[in-house]
């Protein structure tokens, strides 16, 4: 005759609890702080990418990353990363987030490679970025509902 034992299983049950209680202020904080790493990881990215243009008028791209306001969903929330403003170059005005673009993408046509920086700014920051979230959230749920 087989027997089966699960054990430990009040101990996920009260994991499960504390995660469906998190408030959204913590969640926005925590989404905050994983924004701010973020926008430095993408930074010093496209910095070591090359992504500079200084012949342009208005802020460079790289200064421009910000992150929207963070958008409560189902089970949690998000920001969007985004690149504000635009550049001036003679009389063509182009706004940052398509100089993001195609330095991300690159424009064969024109003979631009791509600088992924974004994704590899993302990539490389991932375990920083997440740590930020583990640390407030964590937190609240040690503060509320003990270490165990």
Known sequence: MARFELDGFEEFDTAFRAVSAIPWSVTKEALAEMASFAKDSVKRSGESMGVRDD???????????????????????????????????????????????????????????????????????????????????????EKTFGSG
């Open 55 to 141: 012949g342009s008028e208005g802020p460079h791209i790289l200064d421009s990353i910000t992150f929207t306001k963070t958008k409560k969903i189902r089970g949690g929330g998000y920001a969007d990363l985004t690149f504000e403003g635009s550049r001036k170059r003679g009389n063509t005005v182009t706004r940052n987030a398509e100089i993001a673009f195609v330095n991300e993408y690159g424009a064969s046509r024109r003979g631009i490679k791509a600088r992924p920086f974004v994704a590899t700014g993302m990539a490389s920051g991932e375990g920083r970025i997440t740590e930020a979230a583990d640390e407030i959230i964590g937190g609240w749920i």
